[in-house]
């Protein structure tokens, strides 16, 4: 039984530093072509525009946005809070985001969202974030009409940007009727050309080498907040 609870509580520990790392990887990067176990959001044949409660948004359905990865001055950051790493099978709990105009930052949307299930203990772990605080969130396809009213047809930038939009576009897909094909940047990967040496490219890697404060991280606004001061740095040396 010793060693039983011993192997237990070694792969809840494993889980837990695989979920840390994942998220940031290049290897765990979640493209667009595997949400097809619901459906395919790229082979999905149009059907018309579609009109959201949100300002009137229309927007055709056709192909996702395009990877940009340079630097520009007016774009909305983006990170999301998740139950998990499958954008088809977990859930969006949390949804940061901050409007930058001329390089600076002029709005900033962040919602907790309700969910049907109990929190993994990891993820309340790493954010923070508990089942309490859930309960009082507005519903999935009330976030998301407000996101997208935020959001608008700016380009989307996070880190790891491909995940955040896996789980995004799916749920637009899936709840909404809605193919988000914003342009995106992928501050990752400009942090693995621009500073190549560094021994990994993770936020808090990269926060920590351009002293920026790391305090209060694994929550969609302050992941957001952190990721601006990153994009600026890389800019500075770009």
Known sequence: MYNKYIFINNNRRKKQKELENQKESKDSQISFDMLAGTQDINKTKPKGNVILKTGGIKKSQNEKGRNLNKFIDNYVLVDIETTGLSPIYDDIIE???IKVENNKVVGEYNQLIKTDRSLPPMITELTGITDEMLATGKMLETVLEEFIGFVGDNVIIGHNI?????????????????????????????????VPNSYNHKLGTLAKLFNISYEGAHRGLKDVEITYEVYNKLREIS
Not at 164 to 190: A, H, R
């Open 95 to 97: 949804i940061g985001a």
């Open 162 to 194: 491909n995940f955040d939009l896996g789980f995004l576009c799916n749920k637009c897909k899936k709840y909404l009727n809605y193919n988000l094909n914003n342009d995106y940047i992928d501050t990752l990967y400009l942090a693995r050309k621009l």
